[in-house]
T-cell receptor, first 114, second 114 residues
Framework: GAVVSQHPSRVICKSGTSVKIECRSL??????MFWYRQFPKKSLMLMAT?????????EQGVEKDKFLINHASLTLSTLTVTSAHPEDSSFYIC??????????FGEGSRLTVL | AQSVSQHNHHVILSEAASLELGCNYS??????LFWYVQYPGQHLQLLLK??????LVKGIKGFEAEFIKSKFSFNLRKPSVQWSDTAEYFC????????????FGKGTTLSVSS
């Protein structure tokens, strides 16, 4: 299957700093990528849809100024958590589709804000 | 808006018992259906998927699921569970129109005792 890679897999930062997470589709082009957030013992919550060359579409309740998404190329989308706080600590997962009707997921990035 | 409902929050079984996890979705159009598994400390893995055709689909590790369109259901089954099946199971739905995200159910925790 198609491969989606996230980096970093784990990041620890101080409160108030910003963290960038990258999501790359390694063997296909993805005009659309999706960012999810997973809380402990909880399902995956769709945060936003990242569209190449245009603004991301955020789900209700997700602060677009806090979670900046940039989809600069057909193989890369980035999620920047700005001015991170401990409540932003979570597991962030990206996914992309080569338009086959199936989504492929990255390995996830665990963010811990101290 | 589409939604996915998983009826069982936590299922506890002994090895060799049969498993059925319920999943219902709410969406008026055509959808692709998925079951994902997340083992402790690991990322999401696809168990099986249904796009069209035979409504009974077989996946990895002996799992199968049946799509019943009239009931908007996609229940997951396994005739005999193993201790290694202990994991979190997520049902997910994706409308077939391009660019739409996967919507997840809240997940079911399966605990299998040996």
């Amino acid at each position: 299957g198609a491969v989606v890679s996230q980096h970093p897999s784990r990041v620890i930062c101080k409160s108030g700093t910003s963290v960038k997470i990258e999501c790359r589709s390694l063997d296909f082009q993805a005009t659309t990528m999706f960012w999810y957030r997973q809380f402990p013992k909880k399902s995956l919550m769709l945060m936003a849809t990242s569209n190449e060359g245009s603004k991301a579409t955020y789900e209700q309740g997700v602060e677009k100024d806090k979670f900046l998404i940039n989809h600069a190329s057909l193989t890369l989308s980035t999620l920047t958590v700005t001015s991170a706080h401990p409540e932003d600590s979570s597991f962030y997962i990206c996914s992309a589709t080569p338009n086959t009707g199936e989504l492929f997921f990255g390995e996830g990035s665990r963010l811990t804000v101290l | 808006a589409q939604s996915v409902s998983q009826h069982n929050h936590h299922v506890i079984l002994s090895e060799a018992a049969s498993l059925e996890l319920g999943c219902n979705y709410s969406y008026g159009g055509t959808v692709n259906l998925f079951w994902y598994v997340q083992y402790p400390g690991q990322h999401l893995q696809l168990l099986l998927k249904y796009f069209s055709g035979d409504p009974l689909v077989k996946g990895i590790k002996g799992f199968e699921a049946e799509f019943i369109k009239s009931k908007f259901s996609f229940n997951l089954r396994k005739p005999s569970v193993q201790w290694s099946d202990t994991a979190e199971y997520f049902c997910a739905v994706m409308p077939t129109q391009a660019g739409t995200a996967l919507i997840f159910g809240k997940g079911t925790t399966l605990s299998v005792s040996s």
